[in-house]
């Protein structure tokens, strides 16, 4: 899962990155002002894995992992965001939109004040003035090809035409590609063009520590103008101070201001679920691991997380939910008690399967 970190300058976004992945990017009042991203990858915390652990005492145990890119967003004009920014923004999976609400005289906001609904409304703009350039310009491509098209070729480039007309229309409506009703093969038709308004959001509001009492009403407000979205409130400052700690004074720290769980726990989990996302877990060669993949994910997908070969020569999986293999204490009693099932390739994968694939190639 690659997630991009977005947000007009000076809102925040960079502390941000720095609490979620325990990263030193710079900060400060002025911002970066290079089109390099910072990049950082944060392990994915999931209890089950100690279970796991507890049971195969594997050598190794490796959990899931996110990768963040922090990604220098500025006001475009209208004329969309430029080739370098899109070329990095366009391979994440899902957007975190940091949304600044807290106050600090000595970092002066980019607009002037503080109105997180005008920030929100700013960025959903810049996205969407990006795919309106992307259709514009291959529109023009589509209309010179046309000119000297075979009939076979001038059927699919007038679909493809149509399509983009239709979807520009929509945007220009402020409807996002992500919320326009499109058939399979036009979504798989336009998947390539790496719609920014097409991949899922999240925004957080970056509140300042005196705003922690009343995080969830502004986090409440801010979710019914825009009720679309998930949105979470958090203190970003504070997070990434409480990073550089060891588990357990965080842990105290959090408690004694009332702060609920850690950001990184949170906005993985709204990831996950912004994202239709589950993991499995595999127990083989003396390492436990968890993997990330869609819901409704058949297993020789899955198995093609783990290694195409598996994919390609699939034959079987061996299944155990973790509850039940928790319960059990291990394999041999969850095969008595006829918990661990032998599926096929149009078994779907639920979250928390423990799985062994049987292949041949």
Not at 164 to 181: D, F, K, M
Not at 330 to 357: C, N, W
Request: proline residues 4%; hydrophobic residues 40%.
């Amino acid at each position: 899962m690659e997630i991009g970190i977005i947000g007009l300058p000076k809102s925040g976004k960079t502390t941000l990155f720095n609490s979620l992945t325990k990263g030193k990017a710079q900060t400060g009042a002025f911002g970066s002002t290079t089109l390099e991203p910072n990049i950082g990858v944060t392990k994915v915390p999931d209890p089950r894995l100690e279970g796991l652990q507890a049971i195969f005492d594997p050598k190794r145990t490796i959990p899931a992992e996110v990768k963040y890119v922090d990604v220098a967003v500025s006001k475009s004009k209208g004329k969309g965001l430029s080739g370098e920014l899109l070329a990095y923004l366009g391979r994440v999976d899902a957007f975190i939109h940091v949304v600044r609400a807290f106050l600090d005289e000595s970092i002066p906001h980019s607009e002037g004040d503080i109105d997180p609904a005008r920030d929100v409304d700013i960025m959903n703009m810049e996205l969407a003035f990006s795919d309106l350039a992307i259709i514009e310009r291959r529109l023009l491509r589509i209309g010179d090809s046309l000119k000297g098209a075979k009939p076979m070729e001038r059927e699919t480039l007038v679909q493809e035409q149509a399509l983009l007309s239709r979807i520009g229309s929509a945007i220009e409506q402020e409807v996002p590609v992500r919320e326009q009703t499109l058939t399979r093969e036009e979504a798989k038709m336009v998947e390539n063009y790496q719609f920014l308004t097409a991949k899922p959001l999240l925004i957080v509001l970056n509140i300042g520590e005196d705003q922690l009492p009343q995080a969830s009403l502004l986090e409440e407000d801010l979710k019914s103008r825009y009720p679309r979205f998930q949105v979470a409130a958090i203190c970003a400052k504070l997070e990434m101070e409480l990073s550089e700690l060891d588990q357990v004074e965080a842990d105290g720290f959090r408690s004694a201001m009332g702060v609920g769980e850690a950001a990184t726990d949170r906005i993985i989990k709204l990831s996950y679920q912004l994202l239709g996302l589950i993991s499995f877990f595999t127990i083989a060669s003396g390492e436990v691991r968890a993997w990330t993949i869609r819901r409704d994910t058949l297993a020789p997908k899955a198995a093609g997380k783990v290694h195409s070969d598996m994919e390609r020569g699939f034959i079987r999986a061996e299944v155990v939910p973790y509850a039940g293999l928790t319960q059990c204490g291990g394999l041999p009693e969850a095969r008595k008690q006829g918990l661990l099932r032998l599926e096929g390739k149009s078994y779907v994968v639920q979250d928390g399967d423990v799985i062994t694939f049987l292949f041949n190639i």
